[in-house]
Structures are given as structure tokens and as C-alpha cells.
């Protein structure tokens, strides 16, 4: 099992990445992607994601760019609306659950 703990859109100086929450998801779906591929995982394993949004009337954005990530294989999934992350130019954190097969 492999847990990933609430990821951000921030890259490794602290800079958010991306201005809306589509591209924020992108990005941060991106970045787990390759943090599961450290130790031998893939999206196709992921089980479950959890989605922190700071403006819930913007989830289809969100949802959007989850659908086209996992595609084949989509992961149980729930979104909450928050009132704000650790940066207030952050608008979407997500955690997600792997299973290795």
C-alpha cells in the first residue's frame, strides 16, 4: 500500500503551479504520478483519491482533469470544499491510496 499524504501544486521553491484548479489538478496529479513511480506504483494502482478545493462551484474543472488522468481505471474519489489551504494560491490538494498489484 502506498499513501500519498496532501499534495499541492507547488513546485520544489515553494512557486504554486498552474492559476485555475484545472491546472493545479494537473500538475498535482502529475507529481503523484511520479512519486508513486519512485517505488514501483502507477496511477492505475491508486484506489482512492481525496480532493481539498478552496471553491467547491469550480469541481467540474477538477473533475475534468481527474477523469482524463485516470481514464481506464478511475480510483473511488471524493471532493470537500475547504475554506483555504497553507497558500491562499492554492486551490486544489489532493491525497491519494495505492495498491500495488
Known amino acids: 500500500m502506498v499513501i500519498a499524504a496532501g499534495t499541492t ?6 512557486v504554486v503551479v ?10 498535482i496529479l502529475g507529481k503523484l504520478e511520479r512519486e508513486l513511480a519512485r ?3 502507477t496511477l492505475a494502482d491508486v484506489v482512492r483519491t481525496r480532493i481539498y ?8 474543472e477538477v473533475g475534468r482533469a481527474h477523469g482524463e488522468r485516470f ?3 478511475p480510483p473511488a474519489m ?6 483555504g489551504l497553507i ?3 492554492m486551490l486544489v490538494e489532493i491525497e491519494a491510496e495505492a495498491l500495488m498489484r
Open 9 to 14: 501544486s507547488a513546485d520544489e521553491n515553494g
Open 18 to 27: 498552474g492559476e485555475t484548479p484545472y491546472e493545479q489538478t494537473v500538475e
Open 39 to 41: 517505488v514501483g506504483a
Open 53 to 60: 478545493v478552496t471553491d467547491i462551484s469550480r469541481a467540474e
Open 71 to 73: 481514464a481506464n481505471a
Open 78 to 83: 471524493s471532493m470537500v470544499e475547504v475554506s
Open 87 to 89: 497558500d491562499p494560491r
